[in-house]
């Protein structure tokens, strides 16, 4: 590890907590009220270090295995790590993913339900799980259909899963402000508290909206390796490419 790594670690933490503090007290909150997942998955430990050493204590995977190679030996190093995770789970990884992370933000159908709260009793450890909504309602895309929330929440509840609140990830390629407002108001009608939203390239306009979690990866770490990510469209307007 090297200094220019942990300077640079430090300044992109700083420069990030900087915005996230504009954006909350433009709308009368504070960088108090919302957690900053620094999202790590791609990027190896030797890059997620100089992060740690810079303070950053909540992480984002969203791969199980991914998580398994790389943090059971950074938690040795760090103390206080809480590991987020942030990608589609399939039911056979439950246990392993209730094992190991501290929230789940991909909640979003009765049989993975089931599957985690077999695995949390089995654990005796109850993880909180945000639930993912289809919030675009797009075909291929994970999340639980909006009107499939009240049902898969009551079961959450019977089934003695913390639920802290909603997670989303809006469509691509169009603004991404009035998916974040629906988020909120959803999670209003239900009496959820929390909003998990906002990534690299809306964290800001999420934070304006109610993000409580904001989930950040490429403007803490840098493009990540692979896939190829598209180039974000400059300009502003609701066909803009809100995402980094
Ligand atoms: C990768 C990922 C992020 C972070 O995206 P960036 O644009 O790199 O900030 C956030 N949330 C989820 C669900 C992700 O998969």
Not at 149 to 174: E, K, S
Not at 203 to 222: H, N, P, Q, S, W
Request: glycine share 6%; charged share 25%.
């Amino acid at each position: 590890m090297t200094t220019d790594s942990l300077i640079e670690a430090a300044q992109r933490l700083a420069t990030l907590r900087d915005s996230i503090d504009r954006a909350a007290r433009l709308t009368q909150r504070t960088a108090d009220d919302i957690n900053l997942i620094a999202v790590s998955k791609t990027h190896d430990a030797d890059t997620i270090r100089p992060l740690l050493h810079a303070g950053q204590r909540a992480f984002g995977e969203n791969r199980v295995q991914e998580a398994q190679e790389k943090w059971p030996a950074l938690r040795e190093e760090f103390s206080a790590v809480k590991l987020h995770l942030v990608g589609q789970l399939q039911s056979n990884k439950a246990a392993d993913a209730v094992a190991l992370f501290d929230v789940i933000h991909s909640l979003d159908r009765s049989s993975l339900l089931t599957a985690l709260a077999k695995a949390m009793d089995g654990a005796n450890r109850r993880v909180p799980c945000f639930i993912q909504v289809n919030i675009g309602a797009e075909e291929q895309k994970g999340g639980c259909a909006i009107a499939d929330l009240p049902a898969l929440i009551a079961a959450a509840r019977a089934a003695d899963i913390p639920v802290p609140g909603l997670m989303c990830v809006p469509p691509a390629d169009i603004e991404a402000a009035p998916f974040f407002a629906l988020l909120a108001k959803i999670a209003r009608e239900e009496g959820l508290e929390r909003l998990s939203m906002g990534m690299s390239g809306d964290y800001e306009t999420a934070i304006m909206l109610g993000a409580t979690d904001i989930r950040v990866g490429t403007a803490l770490f840098g493009q990540r390796p692979s896939p190829a990510r598209p180039v974000p469209a400059s300009g502003r307007g609701m066909l803009r490419n809100s995402r980094a």
